[in-house]
């Protein structure tokens, strides 16, 4: 099975999952990233890998128009039956990486917490800057990999061990070099820890019980530092949670 084949099956399998998930349906991130882009009514806006639409969600009650992509059909199915009485959003099957639109098409583009998913970042920021208009916003929200090399591979191993469909969660370096290179320039960033209920993480991307304890003890057999660093907590011989690290950007293009 082709590599996008295999993300398309992941999100279609489990895409009722990412409407309850607590992780994007209800993080912190999304009241704030509404308080960074400041939308308006006559801006047109896109959402990237809109997964289960949170966001395209609450960019609709402030915009004129949303456009809601996906490269899962299935997924954009769920997210217009999910917000059906949201009337502005145009649900469109497309590839992050080879966007089906104008140039200088949006005045607002949007990706969250999916980016780590894309084969090709490089591209994937190369399009969303195309269909950017000059002067206009570009807020990124995603899985990141430390600098140091040791912590990076720990996490990356670890999420593609989880879930078939990761690509790689990049560093911010790495992110600050592509927007450098795609006239985009940071205006806004912040980093956090993002705690992940272990049970309701685990279970969104797995069923087989020989996988999950593959996961589970390849956090367990981890090196003290690196259970500090993600702050693995553990409840007798379960594991309860662990926190990774998340940036959101905000640009402008130039």
């Not at 704030?32 to 308006?40: D, E, F, R, Y």
């Not at 089906?100 to 920021?125: E, K």
Request: proline share 3%.
């Amino acid at each position: 099975m082709k590599e996008k084949d295999i993300i398309k099956s992941v999100f279609s399998k489990n895409r009722n999952a990412y409407v309850t998930s607590s992780t994007h349906s209800n993080g912190l991130d999304l009241p704030q990233l509404m308080k960074w882009i400041k939308p308006s009514k006559n801006m047109k806006a896109l959402d990237i890998a809109t997964g289960a639409g949170h966001v395209a969600k609450q960019l609709s009650m402030y915009v004129d128009t949303v456009y809601a992509t996906d490269i899962t059909k299935e997924m954009l199915q769920t997210a217009s039956h999910h917000l059906a009485d949201y009337q502005n959003i145009h649900y469109i099957i497309a590839d992050a990486e080879n966007l089906p639109f104008l140039d200088r098409s949006f005045d607002l583009v949007t990706c969250r917490i999916a980016a780590h998913h894309f084969l090709n970042p490089q591209a994937f920021i190369k399009e969303t800057s195309r269909v950017l208009k000059s002067g206009r916003k570009f807020l990124l929200i995603d899985n990141i990999s430390p600098e140091k090399p040791k912590f990076e591979d720990f996490i990356n191993n670890l999420e593609k061990m989880r879930d078939r469909s990761h690509n790689r969660s990049l560093r911010i370096s790495e992110w600050e070099q592509l927007f450098q290179e795609n006239q985009l320039t940071i205006s806004r960033s912040e980093t956090k820890k993002k705690t992940l209920p272990y049970d309701e993480w685990i279970n969104r991307t797995l069923a087989s019980t020989k996988e999950k304890n593959q996961v589970m003890n390849y956090i367990k057999n981890a090196p003290k530092d690196i259970q500090l660093y993600y702050q693995v907590t553990t409840n007798k011989s379960s594991i309860h949670s662990i926190s990774i690290d998340e940036w959101m950007v905000l640009c402008q293009k130039d």
